[in-house]
């Protein structure tokens, strides 16, 4: 929620409390949504995960967006777990059938072509409206 509001608090163009009351419940409907799927996929598709393995990859998670967060530099949880989760299938299953795998693939794929493809939309939507 703290990457979606923070531009625009941080430029002032809405206040902090209503900016959460307005985008939080909209992360809270996504996860409800879509969030079971997304969950089956990794721990069924990319490799099958227990229940200790499970809680182990929550911790290791935390732990390392607590460290990342105490240092000002903002990580995503969700890929964060999809790659201890890709870690996991790399010791399980070796670099080369984890890198093979058509989920692999596309995950890294559409990770490489969003941040550029918001790029190109942020450049031509200030060229647009530029003051």
């Known amino acids: 929620?703290?990457?979606?509001?923070?531009?625009?608090?941080?430029?002032?163009?809405?206040?902090?409390?209503p900016a959460l009351a307005l985008v939080a419940p909209f992360f809270?409907?996504?996860?409800?949504?879509?969030?079971?799927?997304?969950?089956?996929?990794?721990?069924?598709?990319?490799?099958?995960?227990?229940?200790?393995?499970?809680?182990?990859?929550?911790?290791?998670?935390?732990?390392?967006?607590?460290?990342?967060?105490?240092?000002?530099?903002p990580f995503p949880y969700v890929q964060l777990t999809a790659l201890s989760i890709f870690a996991i299938s790399c010791v399980k299953n070796g670099h080369r059938v984890m890198l093979g795998h058509h989920l692999t693939r596309r995950i890294i794929m559409v990770w490489t072509l969003t941040p550029l493809l918001a790029a190109f939309v942020s450049f031509t939507l200030l060229s647009i409206f530029k003051t």
């Open 1 to 17: 929620v703290a990457n979606a509001v923070g531009p625009l608090v941080g430029a002032k163009f809405i206040g902090m409390l």
């Open 28 to 73: 809270g409907l996504g996860a409800f949504f879509l969030g079971k799927r997304n969950i089956d996929t990794f721990g069924k598709e990319v490799v099958p995960l227990g229940l200790i393995t499970s809680n182990l990859i929550c911790l290791i998670t935390g732990s390392l967006l607590i460290f990342a967060s105490s240092l000002g530099v």
